[in-house]
T-cell receptor, first 112, second 113 residues
Framework: GESVGLHLPTLSVQEGDNSIINCAYS??????FIWYKQESGKGPQFIID?????DKRQGQRVTVLLNKTVKHLSLQIAATQPGDSAVYFC???????????FGKGTHLIIQP | DTEVTQTPKHLVMGMTNKKSLKCEQH?????MYWYKQKAKKPPELMFV???????INESVPSRFSPECPNSSLLNLHLHALQPEDSALYLC????????????FGEGSRLTVL
């Protein structure tokens, strides 16, 4: 089965609020995690990544947190905008392996 | 040019047909990938090419045959497919296999009748 999965299939937030999307993983050999955004009719788009030697990384309006103790990572989107509406996937790279394994997505819906 | 271009965008084929999906990038990336995505599901890794050599084949049936003619092109040859193979086929590239920053095309939507 999949090592990487998400807690909720759908997340609805008010425009302007912060969004938090969660992801759990089970493979202790995973050492690199990536968040992707997929808009309807498009391929996934890279958002931000984090390696296992870090616990936090920030980008433009996004922050990824990694908790290796409980094998959990989250994506925080500040001041959510209509253009953030998409399916968000966490993905992992297992140490020594090529390619990424994607977890189940969370559909982020923005309420006006 | 930061695009990965896939053709065709849509393909309908019978179970006895032979067809090919094509993917092209001109970013100088040396890793290229094929993923399969069913509706409302995450992309599933099929093949990884690193420096034009196949490095990963995720137990994909032989009716799918990848080819990497050069560092810019990636093909997926299709033969004797089944209706359950209907899906969105995504091509991606990255600078090397050691980065998680993949650049995806918009996909080829395949329907097998």
């Amino acid at each position: 089965g999949e090592s990487v999965g998400l807690h909720l299939p759908t997340l609805s937030v008010q425009e302007g609020d912060n969004s938090i999307i969660n992801c759990a993983y089970s493979n202790s050999a995973s050492d690199y995690f990536i968040w992707y955004k997929q808009e309807s009719g498009k391929g996934p788009q890279f958002i931000i990544d984090i390696r296992s030697n870090m616990d936090k990384r920030q980008g433009q309006r996004v922050t990824v947190l990694l908790n290796k103790t409980v094998k959990h990572l989250s994506l925080q989107i500040a001041a959510t905008q209509p253009g953030d509406s998409a399916v968000y996937f966490c993905a992992e790279n297992i140490r020594g392996a090529d390619g990424l394994t994607f977890g189940k997505g969370t559909h982020l819906i923005i309420q006006p | 040019d930061t695009e990965v271009t896939q053709t065709p965008k849509h393909l309908v084929m019978g179970m006895t047909n032979k067809k090919s999906l094509k993917c092209e990038q001109h970013m100088g990336h040396r890793a290229m990938y094929w993923y399969k995505q069913k509706a409302k599901k995450p992309p599933e890794l099929m093949f990884v090419y690193s420096y034009e050599k196949l490095s990963i084949n995720e137990s994909v049936p032989s009716r799918f045959s990848p080819e990497c003619p050069n560092s810019s092109l990636l093909n997926l040859h299709l033969h004797a497919l089944q209706p359950e193979d209907s899906a969105l086929y995504l091509c991606a590239s990255s600078r090397t296999v050691n980065t998680g920053e993949l650049f995806f095309g918009e996909g080829s939507r395949l329907t097998v009748l």
